[in-house]
């Protein structure tokens, strides 16, 4: 079966500090990868996709930027966070030509 | 581009009570529409799908309904328990790698 996963699970950095946030999917390959930015009591925000390795579309300008390194393996990345950059970012995953899209634990990011 | 209107925003019922949550779209060729159900520090869940040749699909307490003419869909949930409070989310795509366009989310309160 498939599973996903996050990490880390919450993270606390100050303004202006580096971002790396991770995702990988076990028990599939070549999925479609999703990066989602939840702000407090907000909805579901796209930020970034990939449909395969090296290629990523991004849906909002801003100062993160998405990596795919590897077939399961998605990366969001920002050189200098922003207050603006807290909330509960999310990564999913589907399998290509399909239509069920799950998601991932989540990661709890608070920029102070 | 697709977009989700979803509403209630909020919605209380009383234990044993039905909810009803409505959403419609704007793209008529959009022909997948999920339902995910986030609790409170956790990713979202998909609970329940359906695609434009079904008009309505039923699982257990939970139903979803589909009218393609009006563009709209409803996610119904009956005899409500407390552990059905969370936030809910539609959401619609054109079917294989179009990302999902979500709704803003309603937030259900089940009152014992």
């Known amino acids: 079966s498939q599973t996903i996963h996050q990490w880390p699970a919450t993270l606390v950095q100050p303004v202006g500090s580096p971002l790396s946030l991770e995702c990988t999917v076990e028990?599939?390959?070549?999925?479609?990868l999703y990066w989602y930015r939840q702000a407090a009591g907000r909805g579901l925000q796209l930020l970034f996709y990939s449909v395969g390795i090296g290629q990523i579309s991004s849906e909002v300008p801003q100062n993160l930027s998405a990596s795919r390194p590897q077939d399961r393996q998605f990366i969001l990345s920002s050189k200098k966070l922003l207050l603006s950059d807290s909330g509960f970012y999310l990564c999913a995953w589907k399998l290509v030509g399909t239509d069920t899209q799950y998601f991932g634990p989540g990661t709890r990011l608070t920029v102070l | 581009g697709e977009n989700v209107e979803q509403h209630p925003s909020t919605l209380s019922v009383q234990e044993g009570d039905s909810a009803v949550i409505k959403c419609t779209y704007s793209?008529?060729?959009?022909?997948?529409f999920p339902w995910y159900k986030q609790e409170l520090g956790k990713g979202p869940q998909l609970i329940i799908d359906i695609r434009s040749n079904v008009g309505e699909k039923k699982d257990q307490r939970i139903a979803v309904t589909l009218n393609k003419t009006a563009k709209h869909f409803s996610l119904h949930i009956t005899e409500t328990q407390p552990e059905d409070s969370a936030v809910y989310f539609c959401a619609a795509s054109f079917s294989g790698n179009t990302p999902l366009v979500f709704g803003k989310g309603t937030r259900l309160s089940v009152i014992a």
């Open positions: 793209d008529s060729a959009s022909n997948y």
């Open positions: 028990g599939t390959s070549n999925p479609n």
